[in-house]
Nanobody
């Protein structure tokens, strides 16, 4: 069983930055692909960024390219999401997820590929 715990959310003004962290336990983190998703009220959960276990290969949704950076630190079993130039439309609950198969770049954006999910951390961007 893999447990994922997100942290780092909060309230920030438009143009500001936040760094989210997701700490994993209960498995071999280095073997997992990791993804960040977000869900705003009344909207579908959407893919934000993903990183494979090997390579690693990284994939972003178009709306965050150039603003968000995903990274992983296997020694700490942690994946990060650095978010810069935040916009009000980035407001959502951000969740991390683990794909124990290790993932492939083309599959990172599909939420059904991820078996484990965290509870999420709220990000609110004011205008």
């Amino acid at each position: 069983q893999v447990q994922l715990v997100e942290s780092g959310g909060g309230l920030v003004q438009a143009g500001g930055s936040l760094r989210l962290s997701c700490a994993a336990s209960g498995g071999t983190f280095s073997r997992y692909a990791m993804g960040w998703f977000r869900q705003a009220p009344g909207k579908e959960r959407e893919f934000v960024a993903g990183i494979t276990s090997s390579g690693p290969y990284i994939y972003y949704t178009d709306s965050v390219k150039g603003r968000f950076t995903i990274s992983r630190e296997n020694a700490k079993s942690t994946v990060y999401l650095q978010m810069n130039s935040l916009k009000p439309e980035d407001t959502a609950v951000y969740l991390c997820a683990a794909d124990t198969s290790g993932g492939v770049m083309g599959g990172l954006r599909f939420r059904n590929n991820y078996e484990y999910w965290g509870q999420g951390t709220q990000v609110t961007v004011s205008s």
